[in-house]
T-cell receptor, first 119, second 111 residues
Framework: GAVVSQHPSWVICKSGTSVKIECRSL??????MFWYRQFPKQSLMLMAT?????????EQGVEKDKFLINHASLTLSTLTVTSAHPEDSSFYIC???????????????FGPGTRLTVL | GQQLNQSPQSMFIQEGEDVSMNCTSS?????WLWYKQDPGEGPVLLIA?????ELTSNGRLTAQFGITRKDSFLNISASIPSDVGIYFC???????????FGTGTSLTVIP
């Protein structure tokens, strides 16, 4: 259980175009999803927290108009990188929050990531 | 966002050796998690810790939640080649549902 998928797994786009990345919880409902970006050989940096049906909460320094997040249902969140530029090239990873077992707390389960390359 | 300090940054060990890595923060966390990430993939949860002082095992892995709630360690016993990867700690603060990640420890196991 607790499987999270991401689509696409990789994408190459031209500078100035927009790219949408989907994150789905396959076998559970996730009230909260998170988006991270990871540069090579670095840690995961939280970009935003997305709650179903409400606006995302962005971390300091993350441009909300550039990284549009939509959490339309309990199983789907999308991240759209608008007007992408080469510096936006990175590994984008989503996670979904769910209870492991009865009595436990919400844990985060990660998707496999999306490699974005902007030419 | 916050970032946790992990050490060591990298380790090269012989197969069969034990491994220890730790994670520290200037802030208190209510939950500590340990993840392993293989290249080009998302992190996979290894162990979750919920109470200060808690010691939890998962096979050859053992992790502890520090008494001060500002640190945690992960031990791997009798390492094997498939233990290779990057290990991240993550902490959840008391004010929200966000997790913040450590800087990572890269583990290389030499057969």
């Amino acid at each position: 259980g607790a499987v999270v998928s991401q689509h696409p797994s990789w994408v190459i786009c031209k500078s100035g175009t927009s790219v949408k990345i989907e994150c789905r919880s396959l076998d559970f409902q996730a009230t909260t999803m998170f988006w991270y970006r990871q540069f090579p050989k670095q840690s995961l940096m939280l970009m935003a927290t997305s709650n179903e049906g409400s606006k995302a909460t962005y971390e300091q320094g993350v441009e909300k108009d550039k990284f549009l997040i939509n959490h339309a249902s309990l199983t789907l969140s999308t991240l759209t990188v608008t007007s992408a530029h080469p510096e936006d090239s990175s590994f984008y990873i989503c996670s979904a929050s769910a209870h492991l077992t009865s009595g436990s707390y919400n844990e985060q389960f990660f998707g496999p990531g999306t490699r974005l390359t902007v030419l | 966002g916050q970032q946790l300090n992990q050490s060591p940054q990298s380790m090269f060990i012989q197969e069969g050796e034990d491994v220890s890595m730790n994670c520290t923060s200037s802030s208190i966390f209510n939950t500590w998690l340990w993840y392993k990430q293989d290249p080009g993939e998302g992190p996979v949860l290894l162990i979750a810790l919920y109470k200060a002082g808690e010691l939890t095992s998962n096979g050859r892995l053992t992790a502890q939640f520090g008494i001060t709630r500002k640190d945690s360690f992960l031990n791997i016993s009798a390492s094997i080649p498939s233990d290779v990867g990057i290990y991240f700690c993550a902490g959840r603060g008391p004010t929200g549902n966000q997790f913040y990640f450590g800087t990572g420890t890269s583990l290389t196991v030499i057969p």
